[in-house]
């Protein structure tokens, strides 16, 4: 418990907050229907009249929790209403990129490792290329699926989720995989141990503590990824279809719920890298 109290008193420090800020911006809408009406109200009056609009500026807490709460529960899985519904279509995808990134990441991290040239001149590129905006680079990609005749939308939403999930795994690894100092080199190499041996047998296992540590950052970067992936293309599926409905149409409140679905996935998804990270140490005699 006392581990816990730093978080939930940040938690209790941001709920005030987002009330605060709900009446502050939500009041507006109170004070215009009042000056309408030509009434006045109090403070006392306002406050609960900005903890129950339908559309408000900003949904307190509680209002986001009930939607949230709704999308989840109130309908079948397999509605198109349904929270878990679209967040099985995003988590689809957003598994997809993943595995992609990590098979880029790594295979491009061991070719820099191996040959000088593949730093010199693929590194500077992969650096350059997490400068390019993913919201301006995602039409493209589509546009570009769209004309070499690929229908699938998964696909589309996979590259760009591999697209911002592999920079991590790449830098990650490439320091990894360096780790080992010239010492064990130079002992192995006395062995008469080959580059595959020293690979499998030293720079390997060295990485992991690099490569799980990068890997709770692509997978949240590839839910990103596939969220962006989802705003251009008039999808109807996924959780960023539903944030761009709700903004859309006017309805906050299904954009919010939206928005905390996939902070939950993300979390959810993050917590299953970390269960696999302590079974992978176990494994390997790693201390956790």
Not at 118 to 123: A, D, W
């Amino acid at each position: 418990m006392p581990s816990a109290l730093p978080v939930l008193s940040v938690l209790a420090a941001i709920v005030v907050l987002w009330y605060a800020a709900s009446v502050w911006m939500n009041a507006t809408w109170v004070y215009d229907q009042a000056a309408r009406a030509g009434n006045t109200v109090t403070l006392a009056e306002v406050i609960p009249q900005t903890m129950a609009q339908s559309r408000p500026l900003l949904p307190p807490p509680h209002q986001v929790a009930a939607e949230l709460w709704k999308g989840v529960t109130a309908q079948a899985v397999t509605s198109k209403r349904s929270l878990v519904y679209h967040g099985y279509v995003t988590l689809r995808g957003t598994l997809m990129g993943f595995a992609l990134g990590i098979v880029l990441g790594v295979g491009l991290a061991m070719a820099i490792v191996r040959f000088r040239v593949m730093e010199m001149s693929v590194m500077p590129w992969a650096i350059i290329s997490q400068t390019i905006p993913i919201v301006a680079l995602a039409p493209m990609i589509l546009t570009v699926s769209n004309q070499i005749g690929i229908d699938n939308r998964e696909v589309p939403k996979a590259i760009i989720a591999a697209y911002l999930s592999f920079f991590p795994v790449l830098v990650s690894m490439v320091k990894g995989l360096r780790s080992p100092d010239q010492m064990q080199l130079d002992l192995l190499s006395t062995y008469g141990a080959s580059e595959t041996d020293t690979f499998l047998k030293l720079r390997l296992p060295a990485s992991m503590p690099y490569f799980f540590a990068s890997l709770k950052v692509a997978i949240a970067a590839a839910l990103v990824g596939t969220i962006i992936g989802e705003l251009p293309t008039g999808a109807i599926e996924g959780l960023g279809a539903r944030m761009l409905i709700g903004s859309q149409f006017g309805e906050p409140l299904i954009m919010w719920a939206a928005l905390f679905a996939a902070a939950i996935l993300a979390g959810g998804l993050i917590l299953i890298v970390g269960l696999v990270e302590r079974l992978a140490r176990a494994s390997m005699g790693v201390p956790a």
